[in-house]
């Protein structure tokens, strides 16, 4: 189940993902993980802020990012061989991502 919390850049205060918790990859109170929106750029060591209103209160929660997974759409390592490919040309990331981010919490 998706949650409807928005994780935002400290500096900005734009969206740049959604809490997520897909079976697997559930939140627990030191850890989580969201999805990146596809127009945002997220590395490992940023700190992120998100919130959630519990009982009616708006409570805010700092994170590092730990690890950033580029999700492809392959099965596997061997399809990924299927796709065109130019040798001695770099790669114009013209395929669609999904990136997910692991996350530890700071502090809240």
């Known amino acids: 189940m998706i949650e409807q919390n928005l994780i935002k850049d400290s500096q900005k205060q734009h969206a740049i993902g959604k809490v997520g918790s897909p079976s697997g990859k559930e939140a627990t109170s030191d850890q989580f993980y969201f999805w990146v929106d596809r127009n945002a750029l997220v590395e490992s060591t940023q700190i992120i802020r998100t919130s959630s209103i519990i009982g009616g209160q708006e409570f805010r929660f700092f994170a590092l990012v730990e690890?950033?997974?580029?999700?492809?759409?392959?099965?596997?390592?061997?399809?990924?061989?299927?796709?065109?490919?130019?040798?001695?040309?770099?790669?114009?990331?013209?395929?669609?991502?999904?990136?997910?981010?692991f996350c530890t919490y700071l502090t809240s």
């Open 67 to 101: 690890q950033v997974f580029r999700v492809s759409d392959k099965a596997n390592i061997t399809d990924e061989w299927e796709r065109p490919m130019e040798i001695g040309r770099r790669s114009q990331f013209q395929q669609p991502r999904c990136d997910l981010c």
